[in-house]
Protein backbone atom coordinates (compact mmCIF):
# COMPACT_ATOMS: atom_id res chain seq x y z
CA UNK A 1 0.00 0.00 0.00
CA UNK A 2 2.85 2.41 1.00
CA UNK A 3 4.58 1.80 -2.72
CA UNK A 4 0.81 2.68 -3.98
CA UNK A 5 1.07 5.86 -2.46
CA UNK A 6 4.10 6.60 -3.06
CA UNK A 7 3.88 6.48 -6.53
CA UNK A 8 0.28 8.12 -6.47
CA UNK A 9 2.51 10.88 -5.29
CA UNK A 10 5.07 10.93 -7.63
CA UNK A 11 2.74 10.94 -10.48
CA UNK A 12 0.57 13.87 -8.64
CA UNK A 13 4.19 15.78 -8.92
CA UNK A 14 5.11 14.55 -12.58
CA UNK A 15 1.37 15.54 -13.70
CA UNK A 16 1.60 19.25 -11.89
CA UNK A 17 5.55 19.98 -12.60
CA UNK A 18 4.36 18.93 -16.34
CA UNK A 19 1.27 21.84 -16.29
CA UNK A 20 4.11 24.51 -15.20
CA UNK A 21 5.69 24.05 -17.66
CA UNK A 22 3.87 24.56 -20.39
CA UNK A 23 2.12 27.41 -18.43
CA UNK A 24 3.38 30.15 -20.32
CA UNK A 25 3.70 32.99 -17.85
CA UNK A 26 2.87 36.73 -18.31
CA UNK A 27 4.65 39.17 -16.96
CA UNK A 28 3.48 42.82 -16.47
CA UNK A 29 5.11 46.05 -15.62
CA UNK A 30 2.50 48.55 -15.27
CA UNK A 31 4.76 51.51 -14.81
CA UNK A 32 6.63 51.11 -18.01
CA UNK A 33 4.81 53.12 -20.06
CA UNK A 34 4.51 53.54 -23.94
CA UNK A 35 1.72 55.17 -26.44
CA UNK A 36 -1.58 56.44 -24.73
CA UNK A 37 -4.55 55.19 -27.01
CA UNK A 38 -6.42 57.87 -29.09
CA UNK A 39 -9.44 55.57 -30.32
CA UNK A 40 -10.46 51.99 -32.27
CA UNK A 41 -12.87 52.80 -35.06
CA UNK A 42 -14.04 52.66 -38.78
CA UNK A 43 -15.83 54.28 -41.90
CA UNK A 44 -18.90 54.94 -43.02
CA UNK A 45 -17.63 54.66 -46.82
CA UNK A 46 -19.79 54.08 -48.64
CA UNK A 47 -22.20 52.25 -47.54
CA UNK A 48 -23.78 53.69 -45.13
CA UNK A 49 -25.36 56.17 -47.48
CA UNK A 50 -28.27 54.10 -48.93
CA UNK A 51 -28.31 51.55 -45.58
CA UNK A 52 -29.15 54.84 -43.27
CA UNK A 53 -31.57 56.44 -45.59
CA UNK A 54 -33.77 53.75 -47.16
CA UNK A 55 -33.48 50.33 -44.58
CA UNK A 56 -35.61 49.65 -41.99
CA UNK A 57 -35.13 51.27 -38.94
CA UNK A 58 -35.29 48.42 -36.56
CA UNK A 59 -32.37 46.85 -38.56
CA UNK A 60 -30.52 50.80 -39.00
CA UNK A 61 -30.26 50.22 -35.09
CA UNK A 62 -28.81 46.88 -35.15
CA UNK A 63 -26.32 48.01 -36.89
CA UNK A 64 -25.72 50.68 -34.59
CA UNK A 65 -25.82 48.31 -31.82
CA UNK A 66 -23.28 46.05 -32.74
CA UNK A 67 -20.68 48.96 -33.97
CA UNK A 68 -21.36 51.39 -31.40
CA UNK A 69 -23.25 50.62 -28.21
CA UNK A 70 -21.28 50.32 -24.81
CA UNK A 71 -24.09 48.18 -23.04
CA UNK A 72 -24.44 44.72 -22.02
CA UNK A 73 -27.07 41.78 -22.10
CA UNK A 74 -28.63 40.24 -19.30
CA UNK A 75 -25.67 37.92 -18.84
CA UNK A 76 -23.12 40.97 -18.94
CA UNK A 77 -22.09 40.07 -22.75
CA UNK A 78 -21.49 42.97 -24.73
CA UNK A 79 -24.21 43.61 -27.22
CA UNK A 80 -21.88 45.98 -29.17
CA UNK A 81 -18.55 47.04 -29.78
CA UNK A 82 -18.09 50.41 -28.96
CA UNK A 83 -16.16 52.24 -31.22
CA UNK A 84 -14.60 55.06 -30.21
CA UNK A 85 -14.00 56.80 -33.70
CA UNK A 86 -15.83 57.04 -36.75
CA UNK A 87 -15.09 58.45 -39.98
CA UNK A 88 -17.38 60.37 -41.35
CA UNK A 89 -17.13 60.58 -45.97
CA UNK A 90 -17.35 64.00 -47.66
CA UNK A 91 -17.70 63.13 -50.95
CA UNK A 92 -16.78 64.95 -54.49
CA UNK A 93 -20.21 65.25 -55.91
CA UNK A 94 -19.48 62.32 -58.26
CA UNK A 95 -23.63 61.38 -57.78
CA UNK A 96 -25.05 64.67 -58.71
CA UNK A 97 -22.90 63.70 -61.86
CA UNK A 98 -24.68 60.31 -62.53
CA UNK A 99 -23.11 58.26 -65.34
CA UNK A 100 -20.93 60.85 -66.49
CA UNK A 101 -19.24 60.82 -62.92
CA UNK A 102 -17.57 57.89 -64.83
CA UNK A 103 -17.74 55.87 -61.47
CA UNK A 104 -19.58 52.89 -62.15
CA UNK A 105 -21.02 51.16 -59.19
CA UNK A 106 -23.67 53.70 -57.75
CA UNK A 107 -22.99 52.81 -54.17
CA UNK A 108 -19.35 54.49 -54.53
CA UNK A 109 -20.19 58.08 -55.81
CA UNK A 110 -21.25 60.45 -53.37
CA UNK A 111 -22.67 63.97 -53.07
CA UNK A 112 -21.31 67.18 -52.41
CA UNK A 113 -22.73 69.83 -49.89
CA UNK A 114 -21.80 72.53 -52.69
CA UNK A 115 -22.62 72.70 -56.10
CA UNK A 116 -21.06 74.43 -58.69
CA UNK A 117 -23.13 77.61 -58.49
CA UNK A 118 -21.63 78.10 -54.85
CA UNK A 119 -24.63 77.08 -53.09
CA UNK A 120 -25.38 74.90 -50.49
CA UNK A 121 -27.96 71.99 -49.97
CA UNK A 122 -27.59 71.09 -46.45
CA UNK A 123 -30.21 68.26 -46.64
CA UNK A 124 -27.93 65.88 -48.19
CA UNK A 125 -26.20 62.94 -46.70
CA UNK A 126 -29.37 61.48 -44.71
CA UNK A 127 -28.24 58.27 -44.72
CA UNK A 128 -24.63 58.96 -43.58
CA UNK A 129 -26.18 61.53 -41.08
CA UNK A 130 -28.57 59.15 -39.43
CA UNK A 131 -25.72 56.76 -38.62
CA UNK A 132 -23.47 59.85 -37.32
CA UNK A 133 -26.18 60.66 -34.92
CA UNK A 134 -27.07 57.00 -34.02
CA UNK A 135 -23.37 57.12 -33.59
CA UNK A 136 -23.18 59.95 -30.69
CA UNK A 137 -26.65 58.78 -29.16
CA UNK A 138 -24.48 55.68 -28.14
CA UNK A 139 -21.41 57.49 -26.58
CA UNK A 140 -19.33 57.74 -29.29
CA UNK A 141 -16.94 60.10 -27.99
CA UNK A 142 -14.27 60.72 -31.08
CA UNK A 143 -15.17 62.34 -35.24
CA UNK A 144 -13.58 62.27 -37.88
CA UNK A 145 -14.62 63.51 -41.29
CA UNK A 146 -12.52 62.90 -44.30
CA UNK A 147 -12.19 63.63 -48.29
CA UNK A 148 -10.47 61.51 -50.80
CA UNK A 149 -11.25 64.22 -54.09
CA UNK A 150 -12.06 68.01 -54.09
CA UNK A 151 -15.52 68.51 -55.02
CA UNK A 152 -15.91 67.59 -59.44
CA UNK A 153 -16.00 71.38 -60.18
CA UNK A 154 -12.52 72.51 -58.44
CA UNK A 155 -10.82 69.31 -59.97
CA UNK A 156 -8.61 69.44 -63.19
CA UNK A 157 -10.41 66.99 -65.02
CA UNK A 158 -14.41 67.90 -63.96
CA UNK A 159 -13.85 64.47 -62.44
CA UNK A 160 -14.04 62.74 -58.67
CA UNK A 161 -11.09 60.35 -60.09
CA UNK A 162 -7.78 61.56 -61.79
CA UNK A 163 -6.98 61.70 -65.18
CA UNK A 164 -4.44 58.56 -66.30
CA UNK A 165 -0.93 59.92 -66.71
CA UNK A 166 -1.38 63.01 -64.49
CA UNK A 167 0.42 61.62 -60.83
CA UNK A 168 -0.50 65.65 -59.35
CA UNK A 169 -3.09 66.81 -57.23
CA UNK A 170 -6.51 66.66 -59.30
CA UNK A 171 -7.34 69.97 -58.17
CA UNK A 172 -7.13 73.59 -60.10
CA UNK A 173 -4.50 75.73 -59.08
CA UNK A 174 -7.03 78.81 -58.56
CA UNK A 175 -8.86 76.72 -56.22
CA UNK A 176 -7.06 75.33 -53.32
CA UNK A 177 -8.31 78.41 -51.38
CA UNK A 178 -12.05 77.41 -52.07
CA UNK A 179 -11.61 73.65 -51.38
CA UNK A 180 -10.15 74.58 -48.07
CA UNK A 181 -13.35 77.23 -47.18
CA UNK A 182 -15.67 74.32 -48.73
CA UNK A 183 -14.09 72.12 -45.96
CA UNK A 184 -14.35 74.67 -43.32
CA UNK A 185 -17.69 75.97 -44.23
CA UNK A 186 -19.18 72.49 -43.35
CA UNK A 187 -17.19 71.62 -40.43
CA UNK A 188 -18.63 75.02 -38.67
CA UNK A 189 -22.07 74.46 -39.96
CA UNK A 190 -22.22 71.09 -38.22
CA UNK A 191 -21.18 72.53 -35.20
CA UNK A 192 -23.08 75.46 -34.99
CA UNK A 193 -26.17 74.09 -36.51
CA UNK A 194 -26.18 70.28 -35.51
CA UNK A 195 -23.95 70.18 -32.17
CA UNK A 196 -21.61 67.68 -34.18
CA UNK A 197 -17.69 68.70 -33.21
CA UNK A 198 -15.57 67.47 -35.66
CA UNK A 199 -12.91 66.24 -33.94
CA UNK A 200 -10.54 65.70 -36.97
CA UNK A 201 -10.50 66.61 -40.42
CA UNK A 202 -8.34 64.10 -43.13
CA UNK A 203 -8.30 65.98 -46.68
CA UNK A 204 -6.05 62.85 -48.54
CA UNK A 205 -5.93 59.38 -48.72
CA UNK A 206 -3.23 57.34 -50.50
CA UNK A 207 -2.02 60.34 -52.40
CA UNK A 208 0.69 58.02 -53.46
CA UNK A 209 -1.66 55.84 -55.55
CA UNK A 210 -2.78 56.91 -59.32
CA UNK A 211 -6.54 57.09 -58.36
CA UNK A 212 -6.99 57.16 -62.60
CA UNK A 213 -9.75 54.39 -62.65
CA UNK A 214 -13.51 54.52 -62.82
CA UNK A 215 -13.92 52.39 -59.42
CA UNK A 216 -13.99 54.86 -57.22
CA UNK A 217 -13.61 58.88 -55.78
CA UNK A 218 -9.39 59.79 -55.22
CA UNK A 219 -6.26 62.02 -56.33
CA UNK A 220 -3.23 61.68 -55.92
CA UNK A 221 -0.79 64.57 -54.96
CA UNK A 222 2.82 65.28 -54.34
CA UNK A 223 4.26 65.86 -50.78
CA UNK A 224 4.70 69.84 -51.63
CA UNK A 225 1.21 69.98 -53.24
CA UNK A 226 -0.53 68.44 -49.61
CA UNK A 227 2.16 70.98 -47.72
CA UNK A 228 0.60 74.36 -49.76
CA UNK A 229 -2.97 72.42 -49.34
CA UNK A 230 -2.49 71.74 -45.82
CA UNK A 231 -1.48 75.86 -45.31
CA UNK A 232 -4.59 76.68 -46.55
CA UNK A 233 -6.72 74.58 -44.97
CA UNK A 234 -4.74 75.38 -41.54
CA UNK A 235 -4.89 78.72 -41.70
CA UNK A 236 -8.55 78.95 -42.43
CA UNK A 237 -9.56 76.76 -39.69
CA UNK A 238 -7.41 79.31 -37.12
CA UNK A 239 -8.99 82.08 -38.68
CA UNK A 240 -12.80 80.72 -37.96
CA UNK A 241 -11.85 79.74 -34.78
CA UNK A 242 -12.60 76.21 -35.15
CA UNK A 243 -10.79 73.57 -33.03
CA UNK A 244 -11.19 70.77 -35.47
CA UNK A 245 -7.50 69.18 -35.77
CA UNK A 246 -5.94 68.02 -39.29
CA UNK A 247 -4.83 64.96 -39.64
CA UNK A 248 -1.92 64.68 -42.36
CA UNK A 249 -0.36 61.11 -44.65
CA UNK A 250 -2.67 58.76 -45.01
CA UNK A 251 -0.36 57.07 -46.57
CA UNK A 252 -1.20 53.68 -48.62
CA UNK A 253 1.01 51.64 -46.68
CA UNK A 254 3.67 52.34 -43.71
CA UNK A 255 6.83 52.15 -46.55
CA UNK A 256 5.77 55.53 -47.86
CA UNK A 257 6.08 56.55 -43.96
CA UNK A 258 10.11 56.05 -43.56
CA UNK A 259 11.54 55.55 -46.70
CA UNK A 260 11.83 57.12 -50.73
CA UNK A 261 9.55 55.26 -52.83
CA UNK A 262 7.54 55.70 -56.17
CA UNK A 263 7.72 58.03 -58.57
CA UNK A 264 5.66 60.72 -57.44
CA UNK A 265 7.91 62.73 -54.70
CA UNK A 266 5.69 61.81 -52.14
CA UNK A 267 7.15 59.02 -49.86
CA UNK A 268 9.45 59.51 -46.85
CA UNK A 269 6.56 61.98 -44.83
CA UNK A 270 7.88 61.77 -41.38
CA UNK A 271 11.36 63.13 -42.67
CA UNK A 272 9.36 65.43 -45.22
CA UNK A 273 6.41 66.57 -42.83
CA UNK A 274 7.54 66.57 -39.00
CA UNK A 275 11.35 67.38 -39.34
CA UNK A 276 11.76 70.65 -38.14
CA UNK A 277 14.94 71.28 -40.27
CA UNK A 278 12.60 70.06 -43.61
CA UNK A 279 11.26 72.73 -46.19
CA UNK A 280 8.03 71.05 -45.92
CA UNK A 281 7.47 70.88 -41.88
CA UNK A 282 3.99 71.33 -41.31
CA UNK A 283 4.31 70.86 -37.45
CA UNK A 284 4.30 74.53 -36.54
CA UNK A 285 0.71 74.80 -38.70
CA UNK A 286 -2.20 75.97 -36.57
CA UNK A 287 -5.11 73.34 -36.03
CA UNK A 288 -2.09 70.37 -37.00
CA UNK A 289 -2.71 67.14 -35.09
CA UNK A 290 1.03 66.45 -34.37
CA UNK A 291 0.79 62.81 -35.80
CA UNK A 292 1.63 60.93 -39.01
CA UNK A 293 -1.28 58.85 -40.17
CA UNK A 294 -1.00 55.64 -42.77
CA UNK A 295 -2.74 52.63 -43.94
CA UNK A 296 -1.55 48.89 -43.06
CA UNK A 297 -2.05 47.37 -46.35
CA UNK A 298 0.71 45.88 -48.35
CA UNK A 299 2.52 45.56 -45.36
CA UNK A 300 1.30 42.27 -43.38
CA UNK A 301 2.49 39.25 -45.28
CA UNK A 302 4.92 37.43 -44.97
CA UNK A 303 4.94 37.91 -41.33
CA UNK A 304 8.58 38.68 -41.50
CA UNK A 305 7.70 42.20 -42.94
CA UNK A 306 5.10 43.00 -41.09
CA UNK A 307 7.18 42.95 -37.85
CA UNK A 308 9.92 44.43 -39.71
CA UNK A 309 8.00 47.19 -41.04
CA UNK A 310 6.70 48.29 -38.01
CA UNK A 311 10.43 48.29 -36.23
CA UNK A 312 11.53 50.26 -39.40
CA UNK A 313 8.87 52.88 -39.05
CA UNK A 314 9.48 52.81 -34.90
CA UNK A 315 13.43 53.76 -35.53
CA UNK A 316 12.69 56.31 -38.25
CA UNK A 317 10.38 58.60 -36.07
CA UNK A 318 12.43 58.08 -32.67
CA UNK A 319 15.06 59.42 -35.66
CA UNK A 320 13.55 62.01 -36.49
CA UNK A 321 11.17 63.48 -34.34
CA UNK A 322 10.27 60.97 -31.35
CA UNK A 323 7.67 63.28 -29.85
CA UNK A 324 5.69 62.72 -33.52
CA UNK A 325 2.59 60.13 -32.53
CA UNK A 326 1.65 57.26 -35.26
CA UNK A 327 -2.41 56.54 -36.49
CA UNK A 328 -3.23 53.69 -38.53
CA UNK A 329 -6.11 55.17 -40.16
CA UNK A 330 -7.55 52.13 -42.68
CA UNK A 331 -6.82 48.17 -43.04
CA UNK A 332 -9.12 45.13 -44.64
CA UNK A 333 -7.67 42.43 -46.25
CA UNK A 334 -6.35 43.50 -49.94
CA UNK A 335 -2.88 41.18 -49.58
CA UNK A 336 -3.33 37.63 -51.09
CA UNK A 337 -1.66 34.92 -48.61
CA UNK A 338 -1.46 31.15 -47.89
CA UNK A 339 -3.34 32.03 -44.30
CA UNK A 340 -6.82 34.01 -45.54
CA UNK A 341 -6.08 33.75 -49.38
CA UNK A 342 -6.91 37.07 -50.77
CA UNK A 343 -10.01 39.91 -50.71
CA UNK A 344 -12.51 38.28 -52.52
CA UNK A 345 -14.75 35.59 -50.59
CA UNK A 346 -15.99 36.84 -47.30
CA UNK A 347 -14.92 35.32 -43.94
CA UNK A 348 -17.05 35.02 -41.41
CA UNK A 349 -15.39 32.74 -39.70
CA UNK A 350 -11.70 33.08 -37.09
CA UNK A 351 -9.14 33.37 -39.94
CA UNK A 352 -9.57 36.63 -40.99
CA UNK A 353 -10.35 37.79 -37.46
CA UNK A 354 -6.94 35.97 -35.73
CA UNK A 355 -5.45 37.80 -39.35
CA UNK A 356 -6.26 41.31 -38.33
CA UNK A 357 -5.71 40.82 -34.77
CA UNK A 358 -2.00 40.08 -35.50
CA UNK A 359 -1.92 43.19 -37.41
CA UNK A 360 -3.83 45.62 -34.56
CA UNK A 361 -0.81 43.56 -32.02
CA UNK A 362 1.56 44.77 -34.87
CA UNK A 363 0.57 47.81 -35.01
CA UNK A 364 0.36 48.96 -31.44
CA UNK A 365 3.43 46.92 -29.89
CA UNK A 366 5.57 47.61 -32.44
CA UNK A 367 4.86 50.54 -34.65
CA UNK A 368 3.15 52.15 -31.44
CA UNK A 369 -0.08 53.23 -33.28
CA UNK A 370 -2.59 55.74 -30.79
CA UNK A 371 -5.53 54.67 -33.18
CA UNK A 372 -6.07 51.72 -35.32
CA UNK A 373 -9.20 52.13 -37.84
CA UNK A 374 -10.70 49.63 -40.23
CA UNK A 375 -11.43 50.69 -43.50
CA UNK A 376 -15.65 50.17 -43.81
CA UNK A 377 -18.09 49.26 -41.37
CA UNK A 378 -20.73 47.41 -44.10
CA UNK A 379 -20.13 46.03 -47.02
CA UNK A 380 -22.76 44.32 -49.38
CA UNK A 381 -19.56 42.52 -51.72
CA UNK A 382 -18.59 39.26 -51.34
CA UNK A 383 -14.89 40.62 -50.08
CA UNK A 384 -13.59 40.34 -46.45
CA UNK A 385 -13.72 44.91 -46.50
CA UNK A 386 -16.64 45.64 -43.44
CA UNK A 387 -16.83 44.11 -40.24
CA UNK A 388 -21.08 43.73 -40.83
CA UNK A 389 -22.06 41.72 -44.05
CA UNK A 390 -25.02 43.07 -45.90
CA UNK A 391 -26.70 39.78 -47.87
CA UNK A 392 -30.01 38.50 -49.30
CA UNK A 393 -29.98 36.08 -46.14
CA UNK A 394 -28.60 33.07 -48.38
CA UNK A 395 -25.25 33.96 -47.71
CA UNK A 396 -24.44 35.72 -51.09
CA UNK A 397 -23.04 39.07 -51.18
CA UNK A 398 -22.50 41.64 -54.70
CA UNK A 399 -20.06 39.90 -57.03
CA UNK A 400 -20.63 42.32 -59.59
CA UNK A 401 -21.65 46.29 -59.79
CA UNK A 402 -24.61 45.98 -62.64
CA UNK A 403 -25.64 42.46 -60.33
CA UNK A 404 -29.61 42.62 -59.60
CA UNK A 405 -28.42 42.17 -55.77
CA UNK A 406 -26.42 45.13 -55.34
CA UNK A 407 -29.87 47.13 -56.89
CA UNK A 408 -31.77 45.82 -53.95
CA UNK A 409 -29.10 45.82 -51.34
CA UNK A 410 -29.60 49.67 -51.31
CA UNK A 411 -33.31 49.29 -49.99
CA UNK A 412 -33.46 45.86 -47.71
CA UNK A 413 -31.28 43.29 -46.57
CA UNK A 414 -29.78 40.27 -44.42
CA UNK A 415 -27.51 41.51 -41.39
CA UNK A 416 -24.67 39.39 -41.36
CA UNK A 417 -21.99 39.59 -38.06
CA UNK A 418 -18.55 38.61 -38.56
CA UNK A 419 -16.02 36.85 -36.04
CA UNK A 420 -13.70 39.99 -37.14
CA UNK A 421 -16.00 42.47 -35.68
CA UNK A 422 -15.91 40.92 -32.38
CA UNK A 423 -12.33 40.16 -32.28
CA UNK A 424 -11.59 44.45 -32.98
CA UNK A 425 -14.26 44.61 -29.90
CA UNK A 426 -11.66 42.83 -27.91
CA UNK A 427 -9.81 46.09 -28.18
CA UNK A 428 -12.06 48.63 -28.97
CA UNK A 429 -14.90 47.99 -26.57
CA UNK A 430 -12.01 47.66 -23.26
CA UNK A 431 -9.09 49.94 -24.69
CA UNK A 432 -10.65 52.80 -24.34
CA UNK A 433 -9.42 56.30 -25.27
CA UNK A 434 -7.32 57.84 -22.49
CA UNK A 435 -5.48 54.39 -21.51
CA UNK A 436 -1.59 53.71 -21.95
CA UNK A 437 -0.17 51.01 -23.20
CA UNK A 438 2.19 49.32 -20.40
CA UNK A 439 5.06 46.92 -20.82
CA UNK A 440 4.39 43.11 -21.30
CA UNK A 441 6.37 40.03 -21.69
CA UNK A 442 5.63 36.65 -22.72
CA UNK A 443 8.20 33.72 -20.86
CA UNK A 444 8.11 31.45 -23.53
CA UNK A 445 11.56 32.11 -25.73
CA UNK A 446 9.69 32.85 -28.51
CA UNK A 447 10.97 36.02 -30.89
CA UNK A 448 7.94 38.51 -32.38
CA UNK A 449 7.88 36.20 -35.48
CA UNK A 450 7.74 33.08 -33.83
CA UNK A 451 4.65 34.93 -32.04
CA UNK A 452 3.06 35.70 -34.39
CA UNK A 453 1.87 32.31 -34.79
CA UNK A 454 1.64 31.26 -31.29
CA UNK A 455 0.54 33.64 -28.49
CA UNK A 456 0.34 37.55 -28.63
CA UNK A 457 -0.31 39.48 -25.65
CA UNK A 458 -0.84 43.74 -25.07
CA UNK A 459 -1.28 45.42 -21.80
CA UNK A 460 -2.93 48.73 -21.60
CA UNK A 461 -3.71 50.57 -18.11
CA UNK A 462 -6.72 52.93 -17.43
CA UNK A 463 -4.58 55.05 -14.76
CA UNK A 464 -7.91 56.82 -13.28
CA UNK A 465 -9.11 53.33 -12.00
CA UNK A 466 -6.22 50.98 -11.47
CA UNK A 467 -7.27 48.67 -13.83
CA UNK A 468 -5.52 46.64 -16.50
CA UNK A 469 -6.72 45.16 -19.82
CA UNK A 470 -4.47 42.48 -21.25
CA UNK A 471 -5.48 41.52 -25.11
CA UNK A 472 -4.71 37.77 -25.70
CA UNK A 473 -4.10 36.55 -29.35
CA UNK A 474 -4.13 32.86 -29.22
CA UNK A 475 -3.39 31.47 -33.05
CA UNK A 476 -2.65 27.78 -32.04
CA UNK A 477 -5.13 24.74 -32.26
CA UNK A 478 -5.04 24.16 -28.65
CA UNK A 479 -5.54 25.89 -25.40
CA UNK A 480 -2.77 27.73 -24.00
CA UNK A 481 -2.73 27.74 -19.81
CA UNK A 482 -0.93 31.05 -18.80
CA UNK A 483 0.56 32.10 -15.44
CA UNK A 484 0.02 36.38 -14.43
CA UNK A 485 3.05 37.32 -12.85
CA UNK A 486 3.71 39.50 -9.83
CA UNK A 487 -0.28 40.65 -10.04
CA UNK A 488 -1.66 41.94 -7.48
CA UNK A 489 -5.38 42.42 -8.07
CA UNK A 490 -9.27 42.32 -6.80
CA UNK A 491 -11.06 40.75 -9.47
CA UNK A 492 -10.93 39.46 -13.50
CA UNK A 493 -13.10 38.89 -16.17
CA UNK A 494 -12.31 37.28 -19.42
CA UNK A 495 -14.04 38.11 -22.82
CA UNK A 496 -13.33 35.26 -25.19
CA UNK A 497 -14.19 36.04 -28.78
CA UNK A 498 -13.83 32.41 -30.74
CA UNK A 499 -15.43 30.08 -33.21
CA UNK A 500 -18.62 29.65 -31.31
CA UNK A 501 -18.19 32.91 -28.79
CA UNK A 502 -18.79 36.30 -29.44
CA UNK A 503 -17.26 39.14 -26.05
CA UNK A 504 -18.84 35.95 -24.38
CA UNK A 505 -18.13 36.99 -20.34
CA UNK A 506 -16.98 34.66 -17.74
CA UNK A 507 -15.39 35.50 -14.25
CA UNK A 508 -12.07 33.79 -13.69
CA UNK A 509 -9.41 33.15 -11.05
CA UNK A 510 -6.27 34.76 -11.66
CA UNK A 511 -4.99 31.26 -10.35
CA UNK A 512 -6.46 28.88 -13.30
CA UNK A 513 -6.51 31.07 -16.45
CA UNK A 514 -6.24 29.46 -19.84
CA UNK A 515 -7.12 31.36 -23.35
CA UNK A 516 -8.84 29.37 -25.39
CA UNK A 517 -7.37 28.13 -28.70
CA UNK A 518 -7.77 30.06 -32.53
CA UNK A 519 -9.11 33.06 -29.73
CA UNK A 520 -8.87 36.70 -29.40
CA UNK A 521 -9.58 37.39 -25.32
CA UNK A 522 -9.51 39.82 -23.71
CA UNK A 523 -8.95 39.52 -19.85
CA UNK A 524 -9.61 42.57 -17.59
CA UNK A 525 -7.83 42.91 -14.23
CA UNK A 526 -9.64 44.88 -11.43
CA UNK A 527 -9.18 46.70 -7.89
CA UNK A 528 -12.53 46.91 -6.18
Request: hydrophobic share 35%; charged share 25%; aromatic share 12%.
Amino acid sequence: MKHVVLILLIFISFQASSQEETCVSVKIYPDKKFQEIHSFGASDSWRCRFVGENWPVEKRNKIADLLFSLENDKNGNPIGIGLSNWRFYLGAGSDEQGDSSDIRNVWRRSECFLDANGNYDWTKYKGQRWFLKAAKERGLPIVTAYTISPPVFYTKNGLAHAAKGDLGFNLKPDNYDDYAKYLVDVLEYFKKNENVQFDYISPFNEPQWAWDKSNQEGTPATNNELYVYLKYLSELLDARGLSTKILAGEAGQLNYLFEEKGNNANGNQVNVFFNPKSPLYIGDFKNMEYAITSHSYFTTWPIKTLVESRQKLAQRIQEINPKLDFHQTEFCILEKNPEIEGGWGRDLGMPTALYVARVIHSDLTIANARSWEWWTALTQFDFKDGLIHLDDGMGNGVRKDTSKLNHQLKFDGHITETKLLWALGNYARFVRPGMVRVDVQLDNDLNLQEQATDLQVSAFKDFTNGNIVLVFINHQQEDKPIMLDGIDMDSAELFVTDGSRNLERSLVQLTNLNIPKRSVSTLILKRK
